[in-house]
């Protein structure tokens, strides 16, 4: 298999994990460990990257080890998301980000108009934008349009762990990108996981499966299998789906 | 987590798969060794593994490095199996053994009532029994009584590839047996048999998803890796699933 | 369509309901009179037939509007099942009756062979037996062979709502059949009911997704209306599925 | 039930079907009636409403008799559909119109900013806008708020038949709405509609499932069934789902 190619840097691994809701960043740094992520996304508006009076999470998980992707989870409007990345820039010289722009708190799906906007201004300022979105093929032609170089539509609501909703229209995403496809929230338990990936996507980004499983490196470690599992399966060519059975052995044998 | 012990051994890999189907003995000795499987079950009425004219499966997987599992593949009476099993016990010596007797052609069901009487009389002669059974609790109930050292459960129609039809009825299995419950029959790619382990499932059975699959190995690969995860996320115990949304970051954030 | 036909009378409604559960008879009989079942399923060892000095069902559902159809709701051995039949015959006249003999109280599910040993001993007594039966194709298709009038596999555990969990088995259960096969236990909303009959099969019987709705009244006219749409989708045809979208109006238009 | 209330107008029926793909205007004509439908959505651009030289459809359908909602059916952008329908008002004073604005020919998903932009401008020019929209809350919600008077989320691509893909989606969007919900799109079989219905929504609309079953005119009638059973089962109330059986009848019998 080819490596995951993301604003031109390779991956071996296809899975990201965030690093919200855990107890500590201790438990955090050894779930992605355990997870085999190469990609830790971290909301700018929460996590403390720089006050070294407290605990910073870069003390866990080491900015050479782990590509720290700063997103914008909390902000409602491109502006909130806009100012929120140029800050992460200045402090951190973040280029690459993940983009949300959330549409209300209930459902925490994003505002496509309002993505598109924060998207179309912060590439015009040399980010590389990673962008949350819906499961709509029409606007993910769009994102990857105006420039995006990696399209995440939702599974489900975030933090539902409801699993994949929408199949068809993730496919079709896919079918149609140019840019890698990797499937942003939704996902609950390993098998999600390995869904997302059979249906093509590049790779598959989580949180809340992971740090509110019960065992949360436990499950980390069942999400990294799982996403090779559905990747070797997309590429190897399943087998066709049959309204009978089919004998494993010919009816008729030796004896 | 422990290992699935089977008949009093001890066995790391909770994948077992079968030798059919596949275009060479060489193929399957290369599948048999990417899925990690360490028991591998052979149709005795139509593998060779005793006659030194023709290739045998023994010379590509030796039955040292592999647990060999004769089945009673296209067997459709309890004599047919009986005596089956009792050529490969003196074959052989195999003493674990896989019993199926078949009901029809067109489905490939189990016969419940002649596996019963089969697994009676073969087990009264010795024999460690796994039996292949329809998703009856009930049934499944009387098999361990008997003395059945692993429940064998279909999740779907053999060769069929459709995936875990009846996760109530696999699940109900699971929580009543004291003996290994292992998915016989059904997976179709990699997420099916995460599914089938997030059950709670001990182990799964498979032949025509990596036998059929576009590239075997891979899909072998595959499903080590399937199985494996949907392990790790069952003890893991997976995050509940909810309504709405819930969000990885506090929606007041620190800026 | 030509009506349903079980044990040589005809029956318009592919509709059988429940008499449990219900706050009390006179609700139980508004709810039957809105699903326009024409067949209710009676208890016997529950519900009162025949005690003059207490409430009785036939009072508010009159056996000469809708047939009574008895049957051995708590019985768990071939012997008390017969022994309740032949009551029912004595006190009610009862010879078409439906035969339940259940395998443990968690799962309700049936034990197959004590069903197998009481349908043989009815028959030959001369009783009409409709038979609740595990949803294996080789068992319904015995309980064919020995003389059932019609087979009722169970969609999904008695009284749990879950819907159709085994779509293929139904399905396969009745391309085989030549009695009526009627989806008995699982159904939990109007969506599930049309589901069995757009399976194929011949009617569907529940009792607990009446009863427990909030409104069973309500709920027994959407029942009456999903069982024949179901029914009518199934003879209709259904359009294939696709892949992809497909134009209703061809692109190019007459403007 | 209340009625269905849209534009101010009340309907009994919550059908709503299409007149494309039919053999001829006569069978749509018979499949209209026997749905029940009051509704009937014509595309513009194609079908014959005023030439006389050529049969026409409301010679077969009396406008008298159903709601005509003209729909934009081949507009890709906001400029065309907006041209579309101001060309059907001028024809045929239809003001109740239904907005569709497709964002490629291949998934016929709608294109959403071209849509809202078409919204806009048709409201300001007094037109009542249903509208075909992806089942994005947010963009649903925009669509309520700028003045559309029924929102229609696809439940799958346009004429594929497969069914409602994302329910939660389609849920949110209603819980949320204060004007009709109407699923538009996806549904294949009676089930599907069903579906649809139990989830809350206020009504579906139609095309293929109807004019491509093998006999359209009884698939028209499972539809009228399908959607008040649907209906009637979400107010009913549905029993609650339950991991194990629950019997119909206390186990400990009168007898």
Redesign the interface.
Known sequence: DAPLVVAGKEYKSRLII?T??YESYALNAEAARASGAEIVTV??????LTDPSQPKLTDFLDPEEFTYLPNT??CFTAEDAVR?LR?AREAGGWKLVKLEVL???????????ET?RAAELLISEGFEIMVYC??????A??LEQIGCCAIMPLG???????GI?????IR?IKENANVPVIVDAGV????D???AM?LGCDGVLM???I??????V??A??????V??????Y?????????????????????
């Open positions: 965030g919200g809701k909301a700018v508006r929460r996590v403390n989870a909390g929120t800050l549409g209300d708190q209930k459902t925490l799906y994003p505002d496509m108009r598109l819906s499961d709509d093929p029409i606007m032609r769009e489900a609501p975030i933090g539902s762990g409801l909703q929408n199949p068809v229209g079709i609950g338990t390993a098998s996981a390995a869904i059979e949180n809340t499966a740090a509110e499983a019960r065992d949360p436990r499950m470690r069942a999400m990294k299998h799982a090779e599992a559905g990747r070797d399966a590429l190897a060519g399943r087998m066709p789906k049959k309204r009978y059975a089919d004998p494993s052995s010919p009816l008729a044998g030796l004896i």
